[in-house]
């Protein structure tokens, strides 16, 4: 069993930048794929970012290419999704998750199995 916890959400303005952070603990060595999803209410949950167990593997969605950047420290087992030139249209929820089920590294919400519980991200224009 893997817990997840974000931190590092908040309110910044357009053009700022946030850190999140997100620490696995737990059944950790069983985690492959670790991500960053967003969601807004009424809308479905949307794929952010991606990246495999070491690393060499790594997707964005197009939106946020070039602004946004995922790591790992598998010592610490802690994925960080770094923020920059924020955008009003990047406020949302943000979550993240990690797999077990798969050696794949995925874009795909339903193929992760564990979930934190989100942290609030909020861009003033």
């Known amino acids: 069993q893997v817990q997840l916890v974000e931190s590092g959400g908040g309110l910044v303005q357009a053009g700022g930048s946030l850190r999140l952070s997100c620490a696995a603990s737990g059944r950790t060595l069983s985690i492959y794929a670790m991500g960053w999803f967003r969601q807004v209410p009424g809308k479905e949950r949307e794929f952010v970012a991606t990246i495999s167990r070491a690393g060499s593997t790594i997707y964005y969605v197009d939106s946020v290419k070039g602004r946004f950047t995922i790591s790992r420290d598998n010592a610490k087992n802690t994925v960080y999704l770094q923020m920059n030139s924020l955008k009003p249209e990047d406020t949302a929820v943000y979550y993240c998750?990690?797999?077990?089920?798969?050696?794949?590294?995925?874009?795909?919400?339903?193929?992760?199995?564990?979930w934190g519980q989100g942290t609030q991200v909020t861009v003033s224009s």
């Open positions: 998750a990690a797999a077990d089920r798969t050696s794949l590294t995925t874009r795909v919400a339903e193929r992760y199995n564990y």
